[in-house]
């Protein structure tokens, strides 16, 4: 059975260009109820910690530097089958491949600043959820 729950994050990127307001719009309006949201700004290690498994990639350090120039916006979301309508809903990694209406084909300027995370998985919906959030900031 699909998971109920997702974790974004509005990346750097989406918060310093003034897209938080429309993208929490988009999402509310596909039909996800927000159950925690936080501005906050991750440190290098949150940052190495969250993106630990791409660790051995050529591109972690430059995600590292990207994920920690500038406030974030992370959220736990609900909805049947959160993972697949919310990737459905945030589009392609690379925003040129992203379908029209889609938050990536909207809001983001490159595979690299892209805009909007969204979980892959339903185990690591919770792992990153507990990530960002206590149970008590969950509602």
């Not at 350090?61 to 990737?87: C, Q, S, Y």
């Not at 690379?94 to 909007?116: D, L, V």
Request: net charge negative; hydrophobic share 45%.
């Amino acid at each position: 059975m699909a998971g109920k729950i997702t974790l974004t994050m509005l990346k750097p990127d989406a918060v310093a260009d003034g897209y938080t307001g429309k993208i929490i719009d988009k999402i509310i309006e596909a039909g996800f109820k927000i159950q925690a949201l936080k501005l906050t700004k991750l440190s290098k290690e949150k940052a190495e910690e969250f993106y630990a498994i791409h660790k051995e990639r050529p591109f972690f350090n430059d995600l590292v530097t990207f994920m920690t120039e500038g406030p974030i916006v992370a959220a736990v979301l609900e909805k049947e089958n959160a993972i697949e309508e919310f990737r459905n809903l945030i589009g392609a990694t690379n925003p040129a491949n992203a379908a029209e209406g889609t938050i990536r084909k909207m809001f983001a300027a490159s595979i690299e600043r892209n805009a909007i995370h969204g979980s892959d998985s339903d185990e690591n919906a919770e792992i990153e959820a507990k990530f960002h959030f206590t149970d008590a900031e969950r509602f």
